[in-house]
């Protein structure tokens, strides 16, 4: 148990989809934290996310979305942020230095910068049907892992050697990359990377889904 969360406290809601690497973040963070949550699925395939009760949550419709005792959040990376300011405030998952703080800064936007068209994009396609440009998609992912590879030959982790919720970010749409048909294995770095978050306390997995053939 989080020694910051309230011993009375109801558990954190999550409302999520289970395959959603957005939403795995946010429940991969709490994980880490020790702080108790709720789970709640969303029927999305029958629009339970455009509902107006869940919009009074999430006014552009999307997962993650989370309340934590009447205070309610949305977006992945913003979720990420609260949570390790209220009740991480002690570690190192952000950092105050200045430098480090921009770091970590840094790889949020690639989380939802080169990361989402990238290995996100390509993983829709196969998971979820999505009409994009599943070729593209691949080869924005190969693109961003060029620059991640030589970054954590140098460090443990995106941003030095402690973990932060920079790595949060990132893992879960890496880690699935494979299910998109974008193969990992010329990524020595990556996948050393990718193992270490595995091994990190309370780690939970997000559900695999069938790994077509590596492009």
Not at 36 to 62: C, E, I, Q, R, T
Request: proline share 9%; glycine share 8%; with cysteine.
């Amino acid at each position: 148990m989080n020694p910051h969360f309230p011993t009375d406290a109801a558990p954190i809601k999550l409302y999520r989809n289970p395959k959603s690497g957005h939403c795995h973040r946010v429940e991969l963070m709490m994980a880490f934290l020790g702080l108790p949550y709720a789970a709640v699925d969303l029927d999305m395939a029958n629009g339970a996310h455009k509902a107006p009760d869940y919009l009074k949550l999430s006014p552009f419709g999307k997962v993650p979305a989370i309340d934590d005792n009447g205070t309610v959040l949305w977006d992945s990376n913003a979720i990420l942020v609260y949570l390790a300011k209220r009740y991480g405030a002690d570690t190192g998952w952000l950092p105050e230095d200045p430098v480090r703080a921009s770091q970590v800064q840094r790889w949020l936007s690639i989380a939802a910068g080169e990361i989402a068209p990238g290995p996100a994009a390509a993983r829709l396609v196969h998971v979820f049907g999505a009409k994009l440009d599943h070729e593209a998609a691949v080869a924005r992912a190969h693109a961003l892992f060029k620059v991640m590879e030589p970054v954590l030959e140098g460090s443990a982790y995106l941003t030095g050697d402690e973990i932060t919720i920079a790595d949060v970010a990132g893992y879960s749409y890496i880690a699935h990359a494979p299910e998109g048909g974008v193969s990992l294995e010329p990524y020595p770095a990556i996948r050393a990377w990718l193992k270490r978050i595995e091994g990190q306390p309370n780690f939970v997995a997000m559900a695999p889904s069938p790994i077509p053939e590596a492009v």
